[in-house]
């Protein structure tokens, strides 16, 4: 399946963060986050396993008990229900990949 970025509109979740929900199927899922500058991605958990990839910008990120500055082409790992969120330090745009599928992110854009 095919998802083209240009065909795709950016969810506007306030407080200077978007959201592009990409290709999925109910085991895996991906998605763009884009953030303004001082944008912060509050802490919170969920049942999911999320890989995260840093396309651009600059993050303190924090996972669990440990709080990383994060660049474009820096990975991170959260295992289900670890407590974490970031700070956007520079304008950028995350990847993050989840399994399953985060089913609460489809119904915002029905």
Same mark, same amino acid.
């Given at each position: 399946?095919?998802?083209?970025?240009?065909?795709?509109?950016? =969810?506007?979740?306030?407080?200077?963060? $978007? %959201?592009? *929900?990409? +290709?999925? !199927?109910?085991?895996?899922?991906?998605?763009?986050?884009?953030?303004?500058?001082?944008?912060?991605?509050?802490?919170?958990?969920?049942?999911?396993?999320?890989?995260?990839?840093?396309?651009?910008?600059?993050? =303190?990120?924090?996972?669990?008990?440990? $709080? %990383?500055? *994060?660049? +474009?082409? !820096?990975?991170?790992?959260?295992?289900?229900?670890?407590?974490?969120?970031?700070?956007?330090?520079?304008?950028?745009?995350?990847?993050?990949?989840?399994?399953?599928?985060?089913?609460?992110?489809?119904?915002?854009?029905?």
């Amino acid at each position: 399946m095919f998802v083209l970025s240009h065909d795709t509109e950016l =969810e506007d979740l306030g407080n200077g963060i $978007k %959201r592009k *929900v990409l +290709a999925h !199927d109910s085991n895996l899922m991906s998605v763009e986050v884009h953030f303004d500058a001082g944008s912060i991605g509050a802490l919170h958990s969920h049942p999911h396993e999320q890989l995260t990839y840093v396309l651009s910008g600059k993050f =303190e990120f924090v996972i669990g008990d440990e $709080k %990383r500055i *994060v660049c +474009a082409g !820096d990975t991170m790992y959260k295992r289900p229900n670890i407590e974490h969120g970031c700070k956007c330090l520079e304008e950028g745009v995350l990847l993050d990949i989840f399994t399953p599928r985060r089913n609460d992110f489809l119904t915002l854009i029905n």
